[in-house]
């Protein structure tokens, strides 16, 4: 048995299902983080004020 972590964008994780599909890899363990690297956050506005949003939803 091997493991293989991985985290990606959401909108990603139809392409990874079919690409593990491809090679008969049945199973699969999905959870819902947050996380910051590179594209560091955004800024959103709320109530007049502007607060900076800096973990952005991963799969």
């Known amino acids: 048995m091997k493991k293989i972590e991985t985290i990606i964008k959401p909108f990603k994780l139809e392409a ?26 955004h800024s959103e506005i709320y109530r007049g004020a502007e607060y900076m949003v800096d973990f952005i939803p991963k799969v």
């Open 16 to 41: 990874l299902k079919d690409a593990l599909h491809e090679l008969n890899i049945s199973g699969m363990t999905v959870s819902e983080v947050k996380g910051f690297g590179r594209q560091k956050g």
